[in-house]
């Protein structure tokens, strides 16, 4: 795959198959539960008005 | 720089204090360009401003709010894995942000403690790194005023990680 990761099928079973996932340093993995609720997160965050400054005066 | 945004009006501040966080934020990866907003007097919450999205901003509190042990593992560590390290560096180096929300009716304060943004604030490159999803979740519940949970220290963020140089109407 691109950016030097890289996927090998270690095992095939009767349930499925086990993958082995190879990836560079500085490259995080993240299960696709994980990586949504930390990008609603981010996005209820960017969306919030928690302790809203004085608009034009503060900051 | 200027920013004029509808959350701030209008921010200026110098280029040499832009936070780069080179992969973005979580669901918001082509943002790579943040000024951090102190918070205003008797408030707590700081913002990192959006300088390519004038409208985008996210406020958040500074890690040590939410305890000693905050994050696990520490700062240099997770410096270190996401290649923000100089070398010798140490905790000082370091400040860890968690970017805080409000949610639902009637109004309940989360933080996402699960990602916090480490900025290295010699470089003013940051990145938000994933922690243990066995320990943190993305929307833990606070509130602000309850006392084990102290207001970030402004002055310490201040001196450390950039801020907006003055802002008009």
């Known amino acids: 795959m691109s950016d030097g990761i890289e996927i090998t099928v270690t095992a095939v079973t009767k349930r499925g198959a086990r993958l082995a996932l190879r990836v560079p340093a500085g490259i995080t993995v993240l299960r696709g539960e994980v990586h949504d609720a930390i990008a609603t997160s981010n996005a209820a965050a960017a969306n919030t008005s928690v302790e809203e400054p004085r608009k034009g005066t503060e900051a | ?169």
């Open chain 2, 1 to 169: 720089m200027i920013i004029k945004g509808t959350r701030f009006g209008t921010i200026s501040f110098d280029e040499n204090r832009i936070i780069t966080i080179a992969k973005g934020l979580v669901g918001f990866s082509s943002e790579t360009r943040f000024v951090f907003l102190e918070p205003p007097p008797g408030r707590t919450v700081a913002w990192l401003q959006s300088v390519d999205t004038p409208d985008l901003a996210f406020p958040v509190l500074a890690g040590e709010a939410f305890g000693a042990n905050y994050p696990t593992p520490g700062a240099v560590e997770l410096g270190r894995r996401a290649q923000l390290s100089t070398p010798g560096a140490t905790a000082s180096n370091f400040t860890t942000l968690v970017v805080v929300a409000s949610r639902g009716v009637p109004s309940q304060r989360i933080a996402n403690l699960l990602a916090p943004i480490v900025v290295n604030v010699d470089t003013r490159c940051g990145a938000q790194i994933v922690l243990d999803p066995e320990m943190y979740s993305a929307a833990t519940p606070f509130e602000l005023e309850t006392p084990t949970i102290p207001a970030p220290a402004p002055q310490h963020l201040l001196s450390q990680v950039s801020h907006a140089e003055s802002v008009s109407p």
